[in-house]
């Protein structure tokens, strides 16, 4: 069975920094492409970043220079660094692992950015 826990949400003050942390069983996972999705009230779901089995990286412009995703093999987790977060990053983060045509999601957590 497949499982990708996501961790690390909460409530930060503009400006300020959280880590997600995203652990996943069931596959393996060095071969799949990870990555991280968010979905604000009442939009589409987006990607916010990917990293390949072979570390190569991707990022939507609005969180270029900001965020960073990274991932650790032997603890079969991936992480997204989120500094400098904005009011607009507010949304539920979705973990996703995909490999070929199968994509398996995470159950999402909540980052809420607000003074």
């Known amino acids: 069975q497949v499982q990708l826990v996501e961790s690390g949400g909460g409530l930060v003050q503009p400006g300020g920094s959280l880590r997600l942390s995203c652990a996943a069983s069931g596959i393996s996972f060095s071969i799949y492409t990870m990555g991280w999705y968010r979905q604000a009230p009442g939009k589409q779901r987006n990607l916010v970043a990917t990293?390949?089995?072979?570390?190569?990286?991707n990022y939507a412009d609005s969180v270029k220079g900001r965020f960073t995703i990274s991932r650790d093999n032997a603890k079969n987790t991936v992480y997204l660094q989120m500094n400098s977060l904005k009011p607009e990053d507010t949304a539920i983060y979705y973990c996703?692992?995909?490999?070929?045509?199968?994509?398996?999601w995470g159950q999402g957590t909540q980052v809420t950015v607000s003074s």
């Open positions: 996703m692992a995909r490999i070929a045509a199968t994509t398996y």
């Open positions: 990293i390949t089995s072979g570390y190569s990286t």
